[in-house]
């Protein structure tokens, strides 16, 4: 497939790609803004695990974090040079990479979905089955990864604070938001 040009996309053409630590909402809202919006939607987890075959966990099992990466540093920009209009939900660790923050910030609209500790350790149970970088830490060491992980996530477009909303809402402010955004002709920053 030919490579599109990252300059010049109108800011109605480029992907939306949702951003922040595993577990806040990113694959949940994601699906439920696409769909609001008509738009395809991509889970970069659920791109990586049907492109390769495997589940992550087995991912990480059999070939290891760095093995992880690459390829999801190869599918993401892949995407973002081969995609339009898409909703692209991210893993929590992608943005670790500069490669991948360069990537989307270039040619996409970044969405930094943001939930406060506190709010997020509720949740903690769910996640830690399918999430293999959450496996043998202690809860200090959890809150650890999610305060070096901000840094990285600080670089977006716009912030989306999630605390006490339900998903149905954070994706309806997300729609007004781009909306607007789109009204204007600009990025949301
Ligand atoms: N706003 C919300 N309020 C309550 N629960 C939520 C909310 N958003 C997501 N959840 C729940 O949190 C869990 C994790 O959500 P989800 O898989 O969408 O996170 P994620 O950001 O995609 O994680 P990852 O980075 O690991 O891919 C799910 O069980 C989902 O139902
Ligand atoms: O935060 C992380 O490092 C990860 C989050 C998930 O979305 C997956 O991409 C994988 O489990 C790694
Ligand atoms: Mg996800």
Known sequence: ??????????VRAKNIVLIGF?????TTIGKLVAEKLYRDFIDVDAEIEQRYGMAIPEIFAQHGEDY????ERNTIIDICNNKQCNIVSLGGGAF????????CLESCLVLFLDL?????KER??????NRPVLHNKSVDE?????DER???YAEHNARVTTDNLNPEEVADYIVELLKLGWELHQPLS
Request: aromatic share 8%; hydrophobic share 45%.
């Open 68 to 71: 992880f990466r690459k390829i």
């Open 142 to 146: 959890v809150q650890q990864i999610f």
């Open 1 to 10: 497939m030919r490579t599109m040009s990252r300059q010049h996309i109108p």
């Open 124 to 129: 903690m149970d769910l996640l830690i089955e």
């Open 96 to 103: 670790k990479q500069e490669a991948i923050r360069e990537v």
């Open 116 to 120: 406060s500790w506190d709010r997020w």
């Open 150 to 152: 901000q840094a990285i």
């Open 22 to 26: 595993m577990g806040v909402g990113k």
